[in-house]
């Protein structure tokens, strides 16, 4: 039994990718885990919610089993117990600091949940995690973002998972729920590097192709370790 775990599903690249795992005949069941379950119904798709900083504590078993009427889950949840399944897990989780409200909030956001996500992913069974960075990502950056995005790269690393792929996407672009000016500005002055196909990596990157490279990667049983797959490789592999 093939499944798939993901979080930051509300979001602009997770939404995308929702959407990839459930047109793939690889996962038998796609698990979603976020503080709220979406209005989305797919015979595949199985949604648990709560406080994402206690998922160390969540009875997923009992939150899974509540929503098998007829115990068609029974197999699921036996499979990621006996580890009797392959798991993977996609995480793109993220958020602004306008929106966290603060330096701290947003550490707590865009770190420590998608650690102990991670961390949730590592003990159920997944031996690789993909996970949503940034093009600037450093610990050691000057500009917080960046900083906090290296750390979390770095803190990832040390889960050893058998295949863990950090993907750094240039500017995004997509339909937001919400309304950016800073991004707005930005894509109006680089999404000509779109067109005339300049400076790969830097060039602004559509929401689907993040995702559509993510699977891909997920799927290619060749890439092991620790990889970090850029902007332009992104848009390679979505093709």
Same mark, same amino acid.
């Given at each position: 039994m093939n499944i798939a775990l993901i979080s930051g599903t509300s979001g602009l690249v997770g939404m995308q990718l929702l959407h990839q795992l459930l047109k793939q005949n690889t996962y038998d069941y796609i698990i979603s885990v976020g503080r709220r379950k979406l209005a989305l119904k797919h015979a595949n798709l199985v949604q648990l919610a709560g406080?994402?900083?206690?998922?160390?504590?969540?009875?997923w078993e009992d939150q899974i089993n509540s929503q098998s009427l007829g115990g068609e889950y029974v197999s699921l949840t036996q499979a990621i117990k006996e580890k009797k399944c392959t798991i993977q897990a996609f995480s793109s989780l993220g958020t602004t *600091?306008?929106?966290?409200?603060?330096?701290?909030?947003?550490?707590?956001?865009?770190?420590?949940l998608v650690l102990a996500f991670a961390k949730w992913a590592k003990r159920l069974g997944a031996n690789g995690f993909?996970?949503?960075?940034?093009?600037?990502?450093?610990p050691q950056s000057s500009v917080f973002y960046n900083e906090v995005k290296g750390k979390t790269e770095e803190d990832l690393k040390a889960l050893d998972f058998e295949h863990l792929g950090i993907f750094r996407p240039s500017l995004l672009l997509g339909n937001r729920n919400e309304f950016r000016f800073g991004e707005k500005v930005a894509t109006i002055l680089m999404k000509p590097l779109v067109w005339l196909k300049l400076f790969?990596?830097?060039?602004? *990157?559509y929401d689907y192709q993040v995702a559509k490279s993510m699977v891909k990667v997920a799927l290619d049983d060749s890439r092991k370790g620790v990889e970090i797959i850029p902007s332009g490789e992104m848009q390679d592999l979505s093709k």
């Open positions: 406080n994402m900083s206690q998922i160390q504590n969540w009875d *600091i306008k929106q966290a409200g603060s330096k701290e909030k947003f550490f707590e956001i865009d770190h420590d993909y996970y949503v960075s940034a093009l600037g990502a450093d790969k990596n830097m060039r602004p *990157i």
